[in-house]
């Protein structure tokens, strides 16, 4: 059988006891290796298959075929594994075999509801997740994506919001989202959120971003027309009369 455990965004604390568990029950761990430092005292002595980044597929087949062999096979994502996570790629091989393997998603905190934490309460309202990342979606479907989304303005919680290959792609983002999305509205960025003392915040307008500041591991968050910041927390309303 195969757990598919999202770890949530780094720090122990925020993992979940099921998660825990999982791992626990665990023979094998199979994982990218920016995520697996965050667990190794939890994989000690157990079979572990570290792999970088853009072996998605190899990784996962590998862990169909350590099930296949009766082992009990944890797949770790960062956040949640359902989210830009590996769920979706071990279900999709795990549809394709003769012999389907047992599959638990186990979910995690994902880094947007971390990072919305972090700064207040920045997605009370209707929000969207847009990942920046165009290695598997053509970036005209995300520059459409992001131009929807600030037109019916939603807060938009923006993932992989720079690479080393791709730095260019948050300020274009801006760009797109500029037509709808007024210079005042806020902007909260948390870079390893959920990570102790490696987390920075920001919170800005859009007119002021600053872009130098992300990375791979920020989470980027642009409010909708009623977010404020009050002291330095960012807030948007629910609704609710006071
Ligand atoms: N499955 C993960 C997302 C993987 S995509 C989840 O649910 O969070 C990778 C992107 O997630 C990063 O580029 C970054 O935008 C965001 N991210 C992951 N961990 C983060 C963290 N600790 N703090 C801020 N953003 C994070």
Redesign the pocket.
């Known amino acids: 059988m195969i757990f598919v455990v ?1 770890i949530g ?2 720090g122990r604390k925020y993992m979940t006891s099921e998660a825990l568990e999982a791992i626990e029950k665990s023979d094998v761990v199979v994982g990218y290796k920016t995520y697996l430092r965050f667990i190794y005292d939890l994989i000690e002595g157990k079979e572990v298959y570290e792999s970088g980044m853009k072996e998605e597929v190899n990784r996962c087949k590998n862990a169909i075929d350590l099930s296949k062999k009766g082992k009990i096979v944890a797949v770790v ?5 359902g ?3 590996m769920a979706g790629l071990i279900h999709e091989l795990n549809s394709r075999e003769e012999t389907r393997q047992n599959i638990v998603v186990v979910q ?1 905190v ?3 509801v ?2 919305a934490a972090d700064l207040g309460a920045p997605i009370m309202h209707d929000m969207c997740q847009i ?1 920046l990342s165009d290695l598997m979606t053509p970036w005209e479907i995300i520059e459409k994506r992001l131009k929807l989304a600030a037109e019916a303005d939603f807060v938009i919680c ?4 720079k690479s080393r290959g791709r730095t260019d792609h948050l300020k274009k983002a801006f760009e797109i989202m500029s037509e709808f999305k007024d210079g005042s509205t806020i902007v909260g960025i ?6 102790g003392e490696e987390l920075e915040k920001y919170i800005m307008t859009f007119d002021e971003m600053d872009f130098e500041v992300c990375d ?4 980027v968050i642009i409010g909708n027309k009623e977010t404020y910041i009050y002291d330095d927390k960012m807030v948007t309303p629910r609704g609710y009369s006071i």
Do not use: Q
């Open positions: 999202g965004p780094g994502s960062g956040g949640d594994s989210i830009y996570g995690g994902t880094s947007s971390s990072a990942s923006l993932y992989n919001p948390v870079k390893n959120a959920g990570r791979m591991s920020t989470m």
